[in-house]
């Protein structure tokens, strides 16, 4: 009974010939997994119950199971579950898988150890991705770190070296600049006037004079070996003039 997204069951006494959804004998009550209350989820009738196994009803698995939580157990279903016990034992020993549920256990947890498996090494290959970029970003803004205060310490050191060799130049420059005063200052300078105001510097034209009479006698040697010749000339002419007489 019951539908999709909503079971309902129903226990019944029928015929073992019968199949499952054929002729019933008895309702013996219900099952309702959906039912938040649990007075209301399994209602069973307990003496009709009880009375059909008395008279030798074989309960199946599922029922043997509901009728067990109130307080009905079944011989058949101890015997079959001691029975399915010993099996179960004799398998693991064997390695094998006892029934199609321990198979599906067994595939479920070999499913989830290889998930588990697998997160783990997923976990470790992030973490280990994580630390490598953290030690990358790490190194990375250590070196830039370093260059930086590199950068900043060789500025210090040329602003520095510039700054002490415009200081040095400056106290080069600074005797200099003073010395010109000193320069100026002297009074010799001033005392130039009264040496060029000398009457000796007025005394030119003797030198002149000196020349001028110095100079006489040349011009009169050179008028007298000029008018040698002359008379030379008139003297050898006179005596030629002499010389037919």
Do not use: C
Request: overall charge positive.
């Amino acid at each position: 009974m019951g539908r999709r997204h909503k079971p309902f069951f129903r226990l019944n006494a029928i015929e073992s010939r019968n199949p499952r959804d054929g002729r019933i004998i008895e309702k013996l009550g219900h099952y309702d997994p959906i039912e938040k209350k649990p007075e209301k989820q399994l209602v069973l009738n307990k003496e009709r119950i009880e009375y059909w196994l008395s008279v030798g009803a074989v309960p199946s698995e599922t029922v043997a199971q509901l009728i067990a939580k109130i307080g009905i157990v079944s011989k058949h279903y101890q015997q079959g579950k001691a029975q399915r016990k010993r099996a179960r034992l004799s398998a693991r020993k064997k390695g094998v898988l006892f029934d199609t549920t321990q198979r599906s256990q067994a595939k479920k947890i070999t499913e989830k150890a290889e998930a588990e498996t697998k997160a783990k090494a997923e976990a470790e290959v992030k973490a280990k991705a994580e630390t490598e970029a953290k030690a990358k970003a790490e190194a990375e803004a250590k070196a830039e770190a370093e260059a930086k205060a590199k950068a900043e310490a060789e500025a210090k050191a040329k602003a520095e070296t510039e700054a002490k060799a415009k200081a040095e130049a400056e106290t080069k420059a600074e005797p200099e600049t003073k010395a010109e005063p000193e320069t100026k200052a002297e009074p010799e300078t001033k005392a130039e006037p009264k040496a060029k105001a000398e009457p000796e510097t007025k005394a030119e034209p003797k030198t002149k004079a000196e020349t001028k009479t110095k100079a006489e006698p040349k011009t009169k040697a050179e008028t007298k070996a000029k008018a040698e010749p002359k008379t030379k000339a008139k003297a050898k002419a006179a005596s030629k003039q002499k010389t037919p007489e």
